[in-house]
């Protein structure tokens, strides 16, 4: 066996941000207590550098690479996740500072470990085999089990980092084994040649390729946290820091994505048929049990959990429309990092109205929040209406573009159904509209107006702005999501 | 100078900007301030009518003041809008309506000015953009998009039921628009293109047709409202501010029959002869059965509100007759008096019911508790006699006398319809004796006889700007009723053309 140099200059974005978590690491230690906020400052910084460096390699690579040894790919569809990836990342640790600051989580820690886990999903968005695959997703999930187990004195956030450590592991597993089977029948792990081997397979590799492909669906369905793997999501959102249930709920989902591409549209084609009727399946799920079991909630934080549920099932039917469509999995690809902004600003602003000790989580909380802050309620009122699917919020046009989608691939039955599906969710979108707007906080509850951080008014406005200028003006951004799936 | 202008882009956004400059005013300190930004913004968009009015070439049926842009390049999605006889008629009954309750709401809201502004406004923007949108998707964006402002004001100044009213008000016709956006989706996949005009005439199969149908019918039933997916109406009529009931009653509902008249009956013409039947006997339980609901209703609201079931029902009689009398007389000119009758009607409703349900919202402001229930109230007349005389003008419009913007269209209807089937034209009639009982009879219970209560008896007649209101809804009536032609005039042409793409082949021939 000969060894080829990898082409390292194609990894510069990911192995700059792994000597910066280095350093940020070594720098954290000798900072005294009260210069902490330095490590979050370093840790920016590397984002905001990574991200240009991922835009320049955007200008310097137009056509694919494949190195290290096939386990690394640096494509359109990499470099436009990575740069997702950190711009999500760099707003949902901009949202945490004060959080963590107010409740003494293990300041430093936080962000390093933050840092760790956008560098395991970047090596997710440039996985190449199911090596890379697995060793970014590991990279990526222990950061955010240690993440949520940072705040020590809360009852829930502990449970909730066991829940999601064990929950987390058993996908692991599941993932691993499924992949062991592939591995089995192709004797191979890059995606690439899986891809080329199975088009020729026999029966017998097939019936092991499907059975393989069932693990991973599953491994990876848990990752998203679609139903029926679903049940660690609500306990996991509801009892995690708020600010942490927004970093969970928001940048790893397009990572999730990049790697359910590589699998399935990359390795897997020639089982496209299996994979979509499973899908098929927990796509409907999702939108069910997601929008109805949403409905029952009174704490907002599980209410949104639910609803990130449903919209996932949304983004998988992108990925079940692709084959037959010209812009199936751009859609896909819009929705989740579409509904990923949308999602960011909503636990935002939940986490910074949680201040002065009092977590502001329950419906009532938001009781006539017009009147105590009517532009935050303002913004919260558009994300509410983007993620019910609204126009002329962005929430709409991803919709729409699922839409036809499915209608193109001649499946119409299953964009109907999706519609009914977010009827029913419409209803907890304007319930939390209904309680901003039209009741008055309860008696006893505070009715003062809230005043807020200028910077986190700054970041949370962008995000709302965002949902309402992106639906009037989404042409380029679904351009980025179709140069990237060519 | 104004051939240059974007007039329709400038009619649709500058009430949204406005409401953006109304917001910035900040709370109701400076309430002031809101009210006279919102009625100015509001009054500059119907004087920029004008130019639309006199420019607009009423000889052609093609789309005029158009502007075509790109707007998604992926689904080939443009920005174009454009008016037509029909749009052009809706349009400045929108900025008229618009300018209407702006005035209404300085008088009667009292909290959060600024944002009531600007929900209207938005609202009033958007509902402009639905008559001028060519595009489907364009159109299906305003036509959403109008729940959102339309939901809180519902929701805001509404009365005690009102977080009901509104979620149901909203799911309702959200619901109702889904099967839509799927039928134009297929379109789309079927044409590549979402510009509604290539839409028809399109070879469709019967079977894709009646298909099609059901999912506008669905769209444009559930706003219009018909029989039986109506109960959303009288929930939000009655708990709606009476701003919003105006808004509700004078052009919600008018965009249902409007998407009828875009959508259904030149895109899918064949369903349309095949099921008339359907929906005439659906509008023909909405005239009688919704009219004997109407009158035993106690609350005011709720009555004019069923009302309103009713008269749309005549104009989609209108709408659906043009068929048989064409199978029964191959007679253009009276299926093209019924179709005119249909749009004039809802002109027309909009004058009658909108100054009803202003003047609900009058007694209601000036009663201790804001009741709107009939029993409550009486001997108004001793009281507010330069109310009462208005009233009066407004309820007969409703009922439909000869000389008032009610009658016209009802009684070409009826005439045309005559041409085809008695019956229906006998069953129709029937809401002259329907609508005078449930109207006058609510009219004298309020109106006349002794004071009912202390209350009652310390009302005071209408402020300057009520009577201004008042007047200006007084001329639309009595213009329609007596000299319709400038709205014809607009009208012909566009109808005719109408009328002739709605025409299936099977009749033509």
């Not at chain 1, 991922?54 to 056509?63: A, D, E, G």
């Not at chain 1, 963590?100 to 997710?124: D, S, T």
Request: aromatic letters at 14%.
């Amino acid at each position: 066996m000969n060894f080829t140099m990898p082409v390292f200059s194609v990894a510069i974005p990911d192995i700059f941000m792994l000597c910066m978590a280095a350093i940020a690491l070594l720098v954290d230690v000798f900072l005294p207590k009260k210069k902490r906020i330095i490590t979050f400052f370093i840790v920016q910084a590397t984002l905001v550098i990574t991200f240009i460096l991922t835009v320049s390699q955007y200008i310097h690579y137009p056509s694919p690479i494949i190195t290290f040894s096939g386990n690394y790919i640096l494509d359109k569809l990499a470099i436009i996740l990575k740069m997702f990836i950190c711009v999500v990342s760099f707003f949902a640790f901009a949202y945490s500072r004060e959080y963590v600051n107010e409740r003494h989580i293990a300041r430093g820690e936080y962000f390093i470990l933050g840092l760790f886990a956008v560098l395991g999903m970047m090596v997710m968005a440039s996985a190449y085999s199911f090596l890379s695959i697995y060793l970014g997703l590991e990279l990526l999930s222990l950061s955010l089990y240690a993440m949520v187990a940072l705040q020590k004195d809360s009852v829930d956030a502990t449970e909730a980092a066991m829940k999601y450590f064990v929950m987390g592991a058993l996908a692991s597993g599941l993932l691993l084994y499924g992949i062991s089977m592939v591995y089995g029948a192709t004797g191979s792990i890059q995606m690439f040649e899986i891809g080329n081997l199975l088009v020729n397979s026999t029966p017998n590799q097939h019936m092991i390729v499907v059975l393989g492909l069932g693990f991973i669906l599953a491994g990876l369905l848990f990752k998203f946290g679609a139903v029926p793997f679903h049940m660690w999501v609500p306990d996991v959102y509801a009892g995690a820091p708020t600010c942490m249930t927004l970093f969970i709920a928001s940048a790893p989902k397009i990572a999730a994505f990049g790697i359910t591409m590589r699998i399935l549209v990359e390795a897997m084609p020639s089982v496209q048929v299996q994979w979509e009727h499973m899908l098929t399946v927990v796509a409907v799920l999702s939108m069910f049990f997601g929008n109805v079991l949403a409905i029952a909630q009174t704490n907002v934080k599980r209410m949104l959990a639910y609803s990130s549920i449903a919209h996932i099932g949304y983004m998988l039917l992108g990925i079940i429309a692709g084959p037959n469509s010209a812009e199936g999995y751009s859609a896909a690809m819009f929705y989740v990092s579409t509904y990923v902004i949308v999602a960011a600003g909503a636990f935002a602003i939940i986490s910074i109205l949680s201040k002065s000790g009092k977590e502001f989580e329950q419906l009532n909380d938001y009781r006539g929040l017009n009147s105590r802050n009517p532009w935050l309620a303002f913004m919260m009122l558009l994300l509410m209406f983007s993620m019910a699917g609204v126009p002329p919020t962005v929430g709409f046009f991803a919709k729409l573009g699922l839409l036809e989608a499915l209608v193109e691939a001649h499946l119409v039955w299953l964009a109907a159904l999706a519609l009914l599906f977010a009827i029913i969710g419409a209803y907890y979108y304007l319930r939390m509209v209904m309680y901003m707007y039209f009741e008055e906080p309860l008696p006893g509850a505070s009715s003062t107006p809230i005043k807020l951080a200028p910077d986190m008014m700054i970041a949370v406005s962008i995000n709302g702005v965002a949902a309402l200028l992106l639906g009037l003006f989404p042409s380029t951004f679904i351009d980025m999501c179709r140069i990237s799936l060519v | 100078m104004f051939s240059n202008l974007p007039l329709l882009s400038i009619l649709i956004w500058l009430p949204v900007l406005g409401a953006v400059v109304v917001l910035l005013t900040g709370g109701d300190k400076n309430a002031k301030l809101a009210r006279i930004i919102g009625s100015s913004v509001a009054f500059a968009n119907l004087m920029l009518c004008i130019p639309l009015y006199l420019y607009f070439d009423s000889s052609s049926y093609a789309l005029q003041f158009a502007e075509n842009h790109l707007w998604i390049r992926v689904y080939q999605i443009h920005y174009a809008i454009g008016v037509d006889g029909i749009s052009l008629a809706m349009i400045i009954l929108t900025n008229f309506t618009g300018l209407l309750v702006i005035l209404a709401g300085c008088e009667a809201i009292k909290v959060r000015v600024a944002q009531y502004m600007a929900a209207f406004l938005v609202m009033q923007g958007m509902m402009i953009g639905v008559f001028a949108a060519t595009d489907a998707i364009l159109f299906y964006v305003f036509w959403e998009g109008m729940l959102i402002p339309m939901y809180l004001s519902i929701g805001m100044w509404g009365s005690a039921n009102r977080s009901y009213a509104s979620i149901k008000f909203f799911l309702y016709t959200f619901l109702g628009s889904i099967l839509m956006l799927i039928a134009l989706l297929y379109l789309y996949n079927q044409t590549g293109t979402f510009e509604i005009q290539k839409y028809y005439g399109l070879a469709l199969s019967s079977h894709v047709q009646e298909l099609l149908f059901f999912a506008f019918f669905l769209a444009f039933a559930v706003k219009v409202p018909m029989f039986p997916v109506h109960t959303w109406l009288p929930d939000a009529h009655t708990e709606a501010p009476s701003g919003g009931s105006v808004v509700l009653a004078a052009l919600m509902l008018k965009l249902g029959i409007y998407g009828f008249l875009r959508f259904s009956m030149p895109i899918v013409p064949e369903a349309c002869e095949a099921l008339a039947w359907f929906m005439i006997v659906l509008s023909l339980i909405a005239i009688v059965y919704i009219g004997l609901i109407a009158i035993v209703q106690t609350d005011m609201k709720k009555l004019i509100a069923y009302s309103s079931i009713a008269h749309m029902g005549f104009a989609t009689l209108g709408c659906f007759m043009v068929y048989d009398i064409i199978r029964h007389t191959a007679n253009y000119q009276d299926a093209y008096m019924s179709l005119e009758g249909a749009v004039v009607q809802m002109i027309a409703h909009a004058f009658g019911s909108g100054a009803m349900f202003l003047g609900v919202g009058i007694m209601a402001d000036r009663f201790y508790n804001h009741s709107r229930l009939i029993k409550d109230y009486g001997g108004i007349a001793t009281r507010m006699p330069v109310f009462a005389a208005f009233f009066m003008l407004f309820a007969m419009s409703n009922v439909g006398l000869p000389g008032t913007a009610g009658f016209v269209g009802e009684f070409m209807v009826i005439v045309s319809a005559l041409q085809a089937h008695f019956w229906i034209a006998f069953v129709s009639a029937l809401t002259l004796i329907l609508a005078a009982s449930y109207t006058l009879w609510m009219y004298k219970r309020v109106f006349f006889g002794p004071v009912a209560n202390e209350h009652v008896a310390e009302f005071r007649d209408l402020t300057w700007l009520e009577i201004t209101n008042y007047t200006l809804l007084a001329f639309g009536v009595f213009f329609l009723g007596l000299y319709p032609t400038p709205v014809l005039n607009v009208l012909h042409v566009t109808i005719g053309h109408l009328l002739t793409q709605s025409m299936p082949l099977s009749i033509v021939h």
